[in-house]
């Protein structure tokens, strides 16, 4: 079982927090490609239990933050530190990830379950338990023996999503996962979503969809030129943003 | 013409009979091949997989010169692997020289590259769709090899079975290092250049036959690999 214990605001809203790992915190982060200097984060934590949006128009660099926070990319300056302490092939093993278009192994659908869960050292005997609780989660259940790859793109995405659950992750980080999903299939994914947030799990979440935002998120982290220009409760953001461009964002002003 | 048209049907009663000379010949091509093909895979995928993932300074080079390697030309590795293996050579106390093990060791140099390097080319790109999303899970670059090999399993094959078709149609290493001797190191190819410099064209014929037969089958093979793949995995 992994230690879950209630802070302050988990409390009042009733959700555990994941002791461990928070807060995540990003001090004098810098990364340049091309001479352009995509990300310029001198001071940035993220504390709040619940999930974390992260808008911005394109270019702002959203995905290149979630990435440096996952440590798929190494900065060039700067650190990011989790409750304070780098993060290890331990912190990094309670961090998972889906991507906007799923990653699937040329598998089977519960091949890819298994996959994680083999990686995570989950027994074999619990493995095949676990992997059609998973199912049932995605509501995937008929469809264990399928090609992975055969799937549609919301059944995909939900595979993705709950193969990233698998490893009962402390921090989740989403790039747009329902970018390119019809109404339906995003509703879907947002009750998974919603669902692994309520079980204690912090989601970092890039979306470029308001509504998404607003229906799942707790904090809005807004982005602009590779700078945030705003942290603050989705309470305040959508009536009351605070810089221009956050502003223009969400009156639906272009950005460019 | 004429003689060429009884060498052929000659040949093909060669075939049909079940001459026992003919298939002894066509099996030690088969083991001496697939022995080399074999070992060559089991070196050459892990290595051209590694080469993918890894990064480290010289290593374009290495690839540039693994792809080289794949056009090597075969009597320049008989030449080689007979010098090693000669009783003066640095391997000549294993006494392999004139053995059937004397050519497989020689096809394993001349397929490896071939394997090795094809397989480096499905591994990276494979690697290109996978390696966020495996380093995300927590696996190594390293560590993803095994990943990387068996999800890309359907189009390896075709690297094998590349590999394959050098083994099988070479003659230039073998003939120095086998020597074709009768019965003991005689396979398809030295015994089809043999047999047509001594006129005997029609067991020249009938082996070719079996060795296109068998180029026909390797192909067809391939395709059908690469077809299950896309049926299934929808690789």
């Known amino acids: 079982m992994r230690d879950l214990r209630l802070s302050h605001s988990g409390a009042v809203t009733g959700v555990p927090t994941p002791a461990r790992d928070l807060p995540i915190s990003a001090r004098g982060l810098r990364l340049q490609r091309g001479g352009k200097l995509l990300i310029d984060v001198p001071d940035l934590t993220i504390e709040t239990v619940g999930p974390t949006m992260i808008l911005g128009p394109n270019g702002a660099g959203k995905s290149v933050l979630i990435r440096l926070l996952h440590g798929l990319v190494e900065p060039d300056a700067g650190q990011i530190t989790l409750a304070g302490r780098d993060p290890d092939r331990a912190a990094r093993a309670r961090q998972a990830m889906v991507f906007q278009r799923p990653v699937l192994l040329r598998r089977s659908v519960t091949g890819n379950l298994h996959y994680v869960l083999r990686f995570h050292g989950v027994p074999r005997s619990e493995r095949r338990a676990r992997v059609r609780d998973l199912l049932a989660r995605g509501d995937l259940s008929g469809k264990g023996r399928q090609s992975a790859r055969s799937l549609s793109g919301g059944e995909g995405q939900r595979l993705a999503l709950i193969r990233a659950l698998a490893g009962a992750p402390e921090i989740l980080f989403l ?13 879907r994914i947002e009750a998974l979503i919603a669902r692994a947030a309520r079980a204690g799990t912090k989601v970092i979440m890039v979306t ?17 030129g590779g700078r945030v220009e705003e942290q603050t409760p989705v309470a305040d953001f959508f009536p009351r943003p605070r810089s221009a461009a956050a502003r223009a964002f969400v009156d639906g002003h272009l950005l460019v | 013409m004429q003689d060429f048209a009884a060498s052929l049907a000659h040949a093909i009663g060669l075939i049909l009979s079940g001459d026992a000379e003919l298939w002894a010949i066509v099996l030690l091509s088969l083991r001496v091949s697939l022995s080399a093909v074999l070992i060559a895979a089991v070196i050459g995928m892990p290595l051209g997989a ?15 010169l693994l792809n080289a390697l794949m056009g090597l030309p075969p009597v320049v590795v008989g030449l080689v692997v007979y010098m090693m293996l ?32 094809l397989s480096r080319q499905v591994v990276e790109t494979l690697d290109r769709e996978y390696s966020e999303q495996l380093r995300s899970i927590g696996v190594s670059r390293l560590g993803s090899v095994p990943t990387l090999l068996w999800d890309g399993r359907f189009n390896l094959l075709t690297a094998v079975l590349a590999g394959f078709g050098r083994a099988i149609a070479e003659v230039g290493a073998v003939i120095i290092v086998g020597g074709n001797i009768n019965h003991v190191t005689r396979v398809m190819t030295t015994t089809i250049a043999l047999e047509t410099s001594k006129g005997n064209l029609a067991l020249a014929l009938a082996l070719g036959t079996i060795l296109i037969f068998i180029a026909i089958t390797v192909n067809a093979a391939t395709s059908a690999a690469g077809g299950t793949a896309r049926r299934l995995f929808h690789a």
């Open chain 1, 175 to 187: 790039d747009e996962p329902t970018s390119s999903l019809d109404p339906g299939a995003t509703q």
């Open chain 1, 208 to 224: 470029h969809d308001l509504g998404q935002a607003r229906r799942l998120g707790e904090e809005i982290l807004f982005l602009n």
């Open chain 2, 50 to 64: 590694a080469l993918a993932v890894a990064r480290f300074p010289g290593r374009q080079a290495l690839i540039v």
């Open chain 2, 86 to 117: 000669s009783n003066a050579g640095p391997l000549g106390v294993l006494q392999l020289l004139y053995t059937p093990a004397a050519m497989i060791i020689a096809q394993v140099v001349l397929v490896m590259p071939i394997i090795a390097a």
